[in-house]
């Protein structure tokens, strides 16, 4: 498991190697076996994807870091609902999987106690933009699409949490692998 300490604004990482890189013709698949449960009511914040540079305040209170390069699903500090996030530097696309926007109408917390298998798929279809499918379980939720990469940077497959109070947090990755073609 990822422990923060009991202190508001500690944080946790697991990160690989930065080997991901999007480029065309080189697909990227994500995925991550992953639980938590709060220890402080709605206040972790979690970040389990892909990304450039992670290091110190790469998951905020309200989402992961507002530059990078990467794509994943978050929880915001005060929130229970899993978001996804598309970033091309400090371009990026965000949605909450609500019932509003999700292509099953079900909206998705995240997962407390129970196991949730979480997906994305990077399709690059020309030199310059791309589609993201985002995944729970199996089912597809979510389509970016004919977002851009301009500003691509070598990305690692990382999950963090966030203690958003002084309550440790603890965030149980129980798989997480990432494949792209060469």
């Known amino acids: 498991a990822l422990t923060t300490a009991a202190t508001?604004?500690?944080e946790v990482y697991l990160i690989s190697p930065a080997m991901f890189l999007i480029a065309a013709g080189k697909p990227l698949i994500f995925s991550a076996l992953a639980n938590y449960t709060e220890a402080a009511t709605n206040v972790a914040g979690v970040f389990i994807g892909l990304m450039n540079s992670v290091g110190v305040n790469s998951v905020t209170s309200t989402g992961?870091?507002?530059n990078f390069s990467g794509a994943g699903f978050f929880k915001a500090s005060g929130s229970t609902t899993w978001n996804v996030i598309y970033s091309d530097g400090t371009t990026q696309t965000s949605a909450a999987l609500t019932s509003s926007v999700t292509t099953n109408k079900t909206t998705y917390t995240a997962p407390g106690s129970t196991d949730q298998l979480l997906e994305l798929e990077i399709d690059v279809k020309t030199s310059s933009l791309l589609d993201v499918v985002f995944k729970i379980n199996g089912?597809?939720?979510y389509k970016m699409t004919d977002r851009t990469y301009a500003s691509a940077a070598a990305m690692s497959a990382c999950a963090g949490v966030?203690?958003?109070s002084a309550a440790a947090q603890a965030l149980n990755i129980n798989a997480m692998a990432a494949h792209?073609?060469?």
């Open 64 to 66: 992961p870091k507002a």
């Open 180 to 182: 792209q073609r060469v």
């Open 8 to 10: 508001n604004g500690d």
């Open 139 to 141: 089912t597809p939720l």
């Open 162 to 164: 966030l203690a958003g």
